[in-house]
């Protein structure tokens, strides 16, 4: 399935080392992360600041391939986790609002863990964090720049390969200070490199409308803000009714797929919630066919 289309796609260009031993490395990287990897200054990283809206890293690549893994690692654990709570809120017959944000969560985390492996995701540093990569510059407007600070920095990491052997180049370039939007549209921006073949053109070309709010679908992000901050009595009658076809396939990989293959699925707005589900078990998908690969 489409799935696992994603998932070799990631394989291919994530900068994991494929001679990686997971043991030793999470036993060496205990609950480490990007972010800390990235603020480290123990790590004799080089940072060079371009201007307030980019600056970039330079790091050893078998070092970052040991903090990716670390990173993977744990926030793995979130997404079985989450996956486990929405099995439980289905044996016991939740409400299906419940269910559905449950399932949106656990979307958000899988999406934002493919784009990591990627290496192209969002980064979000505090004003503390930001000064901190100043400190390890030698960036010389100093006032520009703090007076440029946030309580929150959204930033796209891009993963590139530098100049000097052995070492990787991170690029952090400003982005928008919705995480829940910009990882949706990170998503489609990674899935466009995506060879699809004929078989799978219809799952590929949902997907992106899904993802672009094409054609009269929403974006799980949209989706999600209705159901969990707009309207209150979809955690009543309204939301049993409009979740009807939700609930139909949100326990069945194959009643998912099923549906998305569908030529005549249209957007109307059972199959707007529905979409959850659908996108749900494309990410578990790839998201599980990764973890075997990386023997977690």
């Known amino acids: 399935m489409i799935g696992h289309d994603i998932a070799n796609l990631i394989l291919k260009k994530t900068a994991i080392s494929e001679s990686f031993d997971l043991d030793n490395v999470v036993r060496s990287h205990p609950k480490g992360s990007i972010k800390q990897f990235i603020l480290d200054g123990s790590e004799l990283n080089t ?34 986790e989450q ?11 939740s409400q299906v609002a419940w269910i559905l ?66 070492f990787t180049l991170l690029k952090f370039e400003k982005s928008s200070p919705k995480p829940h939007q910009a990882v949706w549209s990170n998503l489609d921006s990674i899935i466009r490199n995506l060879p699809v073949s004929d078989s799978l053109l219809h799952h590929y070309q949902l997907l992106q409308k899904i993802l ?20 209150a009595n979809y955690y009543a009658e ?9 609930k139909k396939i949100m326990n ?3 009643s998912a797929f099923s549906w998305g293959n569908n030529r005549r699925v249209h957007p109307h707005d059972e199959n707007k919630v529905a ?9 578990l998908e790839a998201h599980d066919y990764i973890n075997l690969r990386l023997g977690m």
């Open 47 to 80: 940072y060079c600041i371009e201007n307030n809206q980019c600056f970039s890293i330079e790091v050893r690549t078998e070092d970052y391939s040991n903090a990716l893994v670390s990173d993977y690692y744990y926030c793995n654990k979130r997404i079985v």
């Open 83 to 93: 996956k486990n709570n929405i099995k439980n809120l289905i044996d016991t017959n």
């Open 101 to 166: 944000i449950s399932m949106y969560y656990c979307n958000f985390y899988a999406a934002n863990e493919l784009s990591k492996l990627y290496g192209s995701f969002i980064v979000n540093f505090s004003n503390e964090d930001m000064k901190s990569i100043l400190f390890q510059s030698q960036y010389t407007n100093v006032c520009e720049f703090r007076n440029s600070l946030q309580s929150y920095n959204s930033f796209r990491l891009e993963v590139a390969q530098s100049d000097y052997e052995g």
């Open 212 to 231: 672009n709010s094409k054609k009269g679908w929403d974006n799980p992000s949209k989706t999600r803000n209705e159901w969990n901050y707009t309207n």
């Open 238 to 246: 309204r939301g049993d009714r409009l979740g009807g076809q939700f």
């Open 252 to 254: 069945s990989s194959s």
């Open 275 to 283: 979409s959850i589900a659908y996108i749900h078990f494309i990410l």
